[in-house]
């Protein structure tokens, strides 16, 4: 990695799911640092650091016991964007994840499903 080589944030919940990536990044020769939101503390006077924010939050992240990573994404997301660093997969996908309803009345194509889902 070059000295001028922006690093990239990987913002996610489950740990499992990052060392595939975390080497594949590496085999490209970019710098990649892992930012799990499955719990801390957001200091929203703080400036976020310089570099490109990929997140990769889930919308079954409760399932693995991470009830608190969908909220926390999403204000790590707003912070993120209020200050102008570049997002991939930001809010407003974070917000298409989240919800079949928005999914349904977007332009992306999905597979068929009703709302409220029968239990």
Do not use: C
């Amino acid at each position: 990695m070059t000295s001028s080589q922006t690093t990239i944030y990987a913002l996610h919940e489950n740990p499992e799911w990052f060392p595939p990536f975390a080497r594949a990044f590496e085999a490209e020769g970019m710098e990649v640092k892992e930012w799990l939101l499955t719990d801390g503390v957001l200091d929203l006077d703080s400036v976020p650091p310089e570099g490109i924010f990929w997140s990769r939050i889930s919308a079954s992240a409760h399932t693995r016991d991470h009830g608190k990573s969908k909220d926390y994404a999403r204000a790590v997301l707003a912070w993120l964007e209020a200050h102008g660093r570049r997002t991939v997969n930001g809010r407003r996908v974070l917000e298409l994840e989240m919800s079949k309803a928005r999914w349904a009345v977007s332009k992306f194509s999905m597979p068929h499903t009703t709302f409220p889902p029968r239990l």
